[in-house]
């Protein structure tokens, strides 16, 4: 069983930035692909962006390019969103995500087998 765990979550002005941090337990951390996603009240939870075991392969949803970026420290166990010019759209609870299977399909909910509780973020206006 593994463990995800996220935190940096706040509130920040339109403009900002927050880093999202999210630990793993267990010893296999650097075979996962690992993703976040997000999900405000009444959608369903979105693809945020992901990332695979060696970083080479990284892959952002189109309306956070140029502004998240995604890392991972196996060594540390913990994978990392770093998002700047934030915007109102982008409130929502944030989840880290690990899947066991690979880099297939990234985008899809249904691949990752460990979800972390999540954080709020939350960017004024």
């Known amino acids: 069983q593994v463990q995800l765990v996220e935190s940096g979550g706040g509130l920040v002005q339109a403009g900002g930035s927050l880093r999202l941090s999210c630990v793993a337990s267990?010893?296999?951390?650097?075979?996962?692909?690992m993703g976040w996603f997000r999900q405000t009240p009444g959608k369903e939870r979105e693809f945020v962006a992901a990332i695979n075991r060696s970083s080479r392969n990284i892959d952002y949803t189109d309306s956070v390019k140029g502004r998240f970026t995604i890392s991972r420290d196996n060594a540390k166990n913990t994978v990392y969103l770093q998002m700047n010019s934030l915007k109102p759209e982008d409130t929502a609870v944030y989840h880290c995500?690990?899947?066991?299977?690979?880099?297939?399909?990234?985008?899809?909910?249904?691949?990752?087998?460990?979800w972390g509780q999540g954080t709020q973020v939350t960017v004024s206006s």
């Open positions: 267990g010893r296999t951390f650097s075979t996962y692909t």
């Open positions: 995500a690990a899947a066991t299977g690979g880099w297939y399909r990234p985008r899809l909910e249904s691949d990752y087998d460990y």
